[in-house]
């Protein structure tokens, strides 16, 4: 089943990158295993997945300590402070970088263990209460203070863009997502780059696809429905 779900994954990030004049190189599929048991993830390794994305520190963790450590593993969950510390040498990307506070603690660790950690700055870019992520009008400012800590690499921009049936309703947010990254880009920050535009999940990817992603992060779609009961 999964490997038929990633060819028809790909063949979309295909169609969309001929239309789109993009090349498929630039497009990293990260498949979202959270809930999902370490035999899945074999099958999809199996199948040439090498990016795999977590929303919780210990079960990325244990996750790890079992798979190959070819896996490029990217931590795309709300991230708590005392966490980073478990994290810190494990992780290829943390997409959830959303205050000062947070970015302070990783660079520490950071230090101590004498590595640079690569993040991205997590938007609320449809200004949702619920969700995490800072917004658009302070976000050049936290880059800016992020940007002076040691050994803290910001990457570019991430967001979880709101639930829905209609991907077309998304379009507008990835746009937008975009118009921050190049508005940020043009202001030459020091020790800042947005090669990377984290955005597209399993019901919008191929419009996030088309309004610049980079990088999508697709659950749903590689390992099916979750079940978050038996989890
Ligand atoms: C769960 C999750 C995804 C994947 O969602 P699907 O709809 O299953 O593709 C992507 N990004 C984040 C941050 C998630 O938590």
Redesign the pocket.
Known sequence: MIGNNLEHVKNQINDVCNSTQRKVQGITL?A?S?TKPVSLLEEAYQNGCRDF?E?KVQELIDKYERLPKDIRWHM??HLQRNKVKYLIGKTYLI??VDSYRLAEEISREAVKKSTEVNILIEVNIALEDTKFGVLPKDTCELIRQISLLPNIKINGL?T?AP?TDEQETNRQYFAALRDLSVDIKSKNIDNVNMNVL?MG???D?TVAIQEGATMI???????G??DYLNN
């Open positions: 990260i979202v959270k994305g929303n795309i969950g997409h959830s991430m979880v639930y984290s999940m399993s019901g990817y992060r697709v659950g749903t779609g590689i390992f429905e979750r």
